[in-house]
């Protein structure tokens, strides 16, 4: 049996994940290609292994698939950052 506190929990728990809120994507979106857009000139050795298959490989820089990780990385790591600091559903 169930008690009563923790469905009370669960429920505002789904409620407030459930209810749409759009700015949190926006910002890792963002983050993500404003990474990709920098550090792709940035890094050392981008051309090193298979390549990444992007569209417009020039604006890119024709990056590898480990230098796209690395990229992707950094940005969910800045978009984690910029999430939890400016509090996005406070704010934005």
Known sequence: MLSS?????????????????????LVMFISNILALLVLSR??????????????LPSLFNNLSVPAFLAC??????????LILTLSVDKYI
Do not use: R
């Open 42 to 55: 940035v890094i050392w050795h981008p051309h090193v292994g298979p390549k990444m298959p992007l569209p």
């Open 72 to 81: 992707m990385s950094a940005g969910h790591l800045l978009g984690t950052f």
């Open 5 to 25: 506190n923790l469905l009370a929990v669960v429920e505002s728990a789904v409620a407030d994940t459930a209810s749409g809120n759009w700015q949190k994507p």
